[in-house]
């Protein structure tokens, strides 16, 4: 861990599941933080971050929301540096409008107020691989290696009703442009399915999924199908040494594995046998065979956690905070 005080920098949405872990880790190598949140008064969604070491000298919480024009400016106008994480995540009774107006114009409006501050030095975004691979997979060549100049098509999400995947697209799009037309110095970070510990005891969204495939549930990894996965600890990382790499430029997928849903089913039931994790899961998509190409951000230096050390990590938190009970096999 180290002591040497940073300058500030701005997180949205810092009481989410990846946020939580990027103040972490920011506030360990010694950042001050300004994270933003919803409701800064609600202890139960707050209270974890507020535990973190060091958060008592140097972890601020602000209320702001992606849908209220503006309300980022104070935030941001005190950093030298803003993560964007903040974003609507699936869920069922998402529609669509308002999936895009939080994610699209929510990231204009966070953008709107980075570019009021002449201090600030560099904009990390969390956007997400379901903007590079989301295409007709018959159009992918066999085993390709999906790199950052692969873009997911708008019109396919829409025709498959993937809302947050049009979302996400159109997010980091804007954020290209605006960035572009306003001089503002943006990098994306392109994270997988993201697993590890949950440090609130309120689960995000996907480590729901992770429980629900943990106690038998076959629905969400059927139809995720192949997917790449990717430790926590690796996406802090990424966003911390994208931001402090001054050469770092554009977007970086954050990945360490892609497997069919079989695959990662078979390797779970036998790593854990005292839980009901389904032994197989219908095939609904056909041969999928598409790999993502991590060499970008590899070259910077960022090593990537395996399968078994990040669902280690997610069960010992589920069992922590109670999600999760140990059965006899
Ligand atoms: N988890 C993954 O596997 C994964 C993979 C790739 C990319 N990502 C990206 O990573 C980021 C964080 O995702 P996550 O998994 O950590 O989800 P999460 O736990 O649901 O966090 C999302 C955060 O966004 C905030 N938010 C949503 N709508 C908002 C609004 N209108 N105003 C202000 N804040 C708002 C939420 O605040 P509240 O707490 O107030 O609801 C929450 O803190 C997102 O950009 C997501 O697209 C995640």
Redesign the pocket.
């Known amino acids: 861990m180290s002591n040497t005080s940073k300058c500030k920098v701005c997180v949205?949405?810092?009481?989410?599941?990846?946020?939580s872990w990027l103040v972490k880790r920011l506030l360990e190598s010694g950042y001050h933080v300004l994270g933003?949140?919803?409701?800064p008064g609600n202890h139960k969604?707050v209270a974890h971050l507020w535990n973190l070491a060091g958060a008592k000298e140097r972890l601020e919480l602000v209320r702001?929301?992606?849908?209220e024009e503006g309300s980022f400016d104070d935030a941001v106008m005190a950093c030298e540096g803003v993560f964007h994480?903040?974003?609507?995540?699936i869920t069922k009774s998402d529609s669509k409008e308002e999936m895009l107006n939080?994610a699209v114009n929510?990231t204009l409006n966070v953008l709107r107020s980075c570019k009021k501050n002449p201090l600030l030095k560099r904009v990390v975004l969390?956007?997400?691989?379901?903007t590079v691979r989301l295409r007709d997979e018959s159009e992918f060549p066999p085993n390709v290696s999906l790199d950052e100049t692969s873009w997911s098509s708008v019109e396919f999400c829409e025709s498959i009703q993937v809302w947050y995947g049009v979302a996400?697209i159109l997010a980091e799009k804007s954020a290209w442009e605006f960035a572009k037309e306003n001089n503002i110095d943006l990098v994306a970070v392109l994270?997988?399915?993201?697993v590890g510990p949950n440090l609130s005891p309120e689960l995000?969204?996907?480590t729901k999924d992770v429980l629900g495939l943990f106690k038998g549930e076959t629905e969400k990894f059927t139809m995720f199908g192949r997917m790449g996965y990717v430790h926590i600890d690796d996406v802090a990382s990424c966003h911390i040494l994208v931001y402090e790499t001054a050469g770092a430029r554009g977007r970086y997928i954050c990945n360490s594995a892609v497997l069919d849903n079989n695959e990662l089913v078979a390797l779970l039931a036998k790593r854990y046998p005292s839980f009901p994790i389904p032994k197989s899961l219908p095939n609904i998509y056909g041969d999928q065979s598409y790999g993502y190409n991590t060499s970008k951000i590899r070259e910077l230096g960022l090593e990537f956690k395996g399968v078994e050390e990040m669902f280690d990590a997610s069960v010992e938190s589920l069992k922590a905070h109670g999600h999760l009970l140990e059965r006899t096999p």
């Not at 994270?191 to 993201?194: D, G, I, K, L, N």
């Open positions: 949205t949405g810092a009481s989410g599941f990846v946020a933003t949140v919803r409701d969604k702001a929301d992606l849908l994480t903040a974003s609507p995540i939080s929510g969390t956007s997400s691989s379901s996400k994270p997988t399915f993201v995000g969204p996907t």
